[in-house]
């Protein structure tokens, strides 16, 4: 069962895992700019050294420190996503958060 839940802002949710998309780059705008302003330096670092580039069906997984989030995932969306690479993004980010009781996401925000 799926219970579809509007938080107001990230700074007030919470959940097992966060969702974000990320264009290529990788561009840490939007959500993923968020999650990084909270999470620290250390997390831009630790995505480079696992070379993650924002490229589609890329996935990244941190832990979630101080943002009310177990973990956050990062999804690749590339540099122009369509409906069907946000879906696939979704789709991957999904199955890397799959041990999570409950999931939050973004993606649904993305153009």
């Not at 949710?13 to 302003?37: N, Y």
């Not at 589609?56 to 941190?62: E, F, L, N, S, Y």
């Not at 890397?96 to 409950?102: D, E, G, P, Q």
Request: net charge negative; proline share 5%; no cysteine.
């Amino acid at each position: 069962m799926v219970d579809l839940v509007s938080a107001g802002s990230l700074d007030s949710a919470s959940a097992g895992a966060l969702i974000v998309g990320t264009r290529l780059g990788p561009d840490f705008s939007g959500a993923a700019g968020w999650a990084l302003e909270q999470l620290g330096d250390g997390v831009a670092e630790h995505l480079g050294s696992v070379e993650f580039e924002g490229k589609p069906g890329q996935v990244a997984t941190v832990p979630g420190g101080p943002t009310g989030f177990g973990s956050v995932v990062f999804a690749g969306l590339g540099d122009d996503p369509d409906a069907e690479t946000i879906r696939q993004a979704a789709g991957a980010a999904g199955n890397a958060a799959r041990r999570s009781a409950t999931v939050a996401t973004t993606l649904h925000l993305e153009d």
